[in-house]
């Protein structure tokens, strides 16, 4: 494939992945300040950014950078699911669409886009923005109102913000902020175009899309560990008051498989899960052993699973505790895990720009890109 370029001064070279990563897949880790190609090259990064993958897989973003390519005025940006076109909203309210080939305006400066809300492609290239307290779709240079506008939320008094992150077929996924940050960490209503499907928290990996099915975590407060099950295509698919459910990952055939802890508000601080699969027959997929967790399960083409076994260690320093987090990126496939690779932070001086889990809730798109 291509070379792709220099990151702090060393050079990434993209190569299909080799080794121990399954054949055709592409898995870009970090390791603390170590950022790998599973199969190819290893460079060292800064800041810590969501890691992607364009969406033919051979262009690498790590936030707003488009290695080899282009340093853009964002933190994030959304690839289209096909070829190398991303798309992102500036701070005076712009949509810009980028190709190799440059940029050019999709919406002009003023158009009043929400640049922190986010945004989504649909397979056939559709894009769903926010602006202001309306969810608009642009469609081949046309924008349209799908939702909006929001009546302001009763009980903050605040706007309500749409904030699209997925489609299943023709139709947008969204939250419903509720105009505060802390009301919004305890749940927010999750949409499909106008019709609400239920209450979740506002993570990505929380809601998964496997063609025409989405599975989503259901529940209050922010405790990942607190009363959640799993619900798909809208009945409740975990049936399982004894556990807490996490991060649903799903097939287009109806296969289900998600994280699982025990149900207790306070077992956020250590928790301790394994993976099951819910569809179509119930079983307990992994055992991580005792102060590991299993997360951020994958479920790949030739049905293997891909997820990360980490743990959390912390360090007195100074009146605080600052946290280590390592793990590996494990594959279990027809019946035999094996690890793929490292990942985590190992530097205690990175906490200064990560903060590490969220009331047991694991964000790995710092660390872990993978496609298809």
Same mark, same amino acid.
């Given at each position: ?5 220099? $990151? ?20 870009? $880790? ?5 950022? =790998? ?61 980028? =190709? ?53 939320? #009763? ?7 749409p904030e699209p992150f997925a489609w299943v077929g023709d139709h947008v996924l969204w939250w419903r ?17 106008? @019709? ?49 459910? #996490? ?38 997929? @992994? ?22 076994? @980490? ?8 009146? =605080?505790?600052?946290? =280590? ?21 190992l530097n205690i001086d990175e906490l200064k720009t990560y903060l590490g889990p969220y009331y047991g809730h694991y964000d790995w798109s710092p660390f872990l890109? $993978?496609?298809?």
């Amino acid at each position: 494939m291509r070379v792709l370029a220099c $990151v702090a001064g060393a050079v990434l070279l993209v190569a299909a992945s080799a080794g121990a990563a399954p054949r055709g897949l592409q898995l870009l $880790v970090r390791d603390g300040n170590h950022l =790998t190609l599973a199969g190819g090259r290893t460079i060292d990064v800064g800041p810590f950014r969501s890691l992607a993958f364009s969406g033919d897989g051979r262009l690498v973003s790590i936030g707003g950078t488009i290695v080899g390519h282009a340093r853009l005025p964002t933190r994030t940006l959304a690839w289209a699911p096909t070829g190398e076109r991303a798309a992102y909203v500036t701070s005076e309210g712009a949509v810009v669409e980028w =190709t190799p080939r440059g940029k050019r305006f999709v919406e002009r400066k003023g158009w009043g886009a929400t640049w922190w809300a986010g945004l989504a492609w649909s397979a056939d290239g559709a894009l769903a923005v926010p602006r202001g307290n309306s969810l608009w779709v642009i469609r081949d240079g046309s924008a349209t109102r799908l939702v909006g506008p929001l009546a302001p939320d #009763s009980g903050t008094g605040g706007p309500d913000i749409p904030e699209p992150f997925a489609w299943v077929g023709d139709h947008v996924l969204w939250w419903r902020w509720p105009g505060s940050g802390s009301v919004a960490a305890d749940g927010v209503d999750l949409y499909e175009d106008a @019709t609400r499907l239920g209450t979740t928290l506002m993570y990505a990996d929380y809601t998964a899309v496997c063609g025409t099915h989405v599975a989503f975590v259901e529940g209050i407060d922010r405790e990942s560990t607190d009363n959640k099950k799993i619900v798909f295509d809208g009945r409740d698919a975990s049936r399982d008051p004894l556990h807490s459910w #996490s991060t649903p990952a799903c097939s287009p055939a109806g296969r289900l498989v998600a994280a699982a802890s025990r149900n207790d508000p306070n077992a956020f601080r250590e928790p301790h899960r394994a993976l099951w699969q819910l569809l179509p027959q119930r079983r307990q997929l @992994t055992r991580p052993p005792w102060g590991w967790t299993d997360e951020d399960p994958r479920v790949l083409a030739d049905g293997s699973l891909l997820f990360v076994r @980490t743990r959390l260690t912390s360090k007195r320093d100074v009146g =605080t505790w600052l946290d =280590t987090q390592t793990g590996r990126v494990m594959l279990l496939e027809r019946g035999k895990l094996r690890q793929v690779a490292q990942i985590g932070y190992l530097n205690i001086d990175e906490l200064k720009t990560y903060l590490g889990p969220y009331y047991g809730h694991y964000d790995w798109s710092p660390f872990l890109a $993978v496609h298809p």
